[in-house]
């Protein structure tokens, strides 16, 4: 009785530990390649995403630009408009 048991013991350290911490491994690696590739797929996402707020970012800059340009102009029009009526003579 007492071998029986010596037996299964030396069975189980010698086959079953190494079956198992195999069988554990070849688990992790599995579950850490589909961490990864999550992982990839959302910094392409990302990616896209931050891409395409820089690009409607310089859209609006360029809007902006445009826009003060047009402010200006017409605020030196406007001012010397107004220089001209100051000028001319009252009937």
């Known amino acids: 009785m007492d071998k029986t048991w010596l037996v299964v013991g030396f069975f189980f350290v010698v086959v079953g530990i190494p079956v198992i911490a195999g069988v554990a491994a070849d688990a992790f690696k599995r579950w850490l390649k589909h961490k990864e590739k999550l992982a990839e797929a959302l910094n392409a996402g990302t990616a896209e995403k931050a891409a ?10 360029q809007r902006v630009r445009v826009l003060e340009r047009i402010v200006t102009d017409k605020g030196i029009e406007v001012a010397d408009e107004i220089e001209r009526l100051r000028d001319r003579p009252l009937n």
């Open 52 to 61: 395409q707020y820089a690009a409607q970012n310089e859209r609006l800059e």
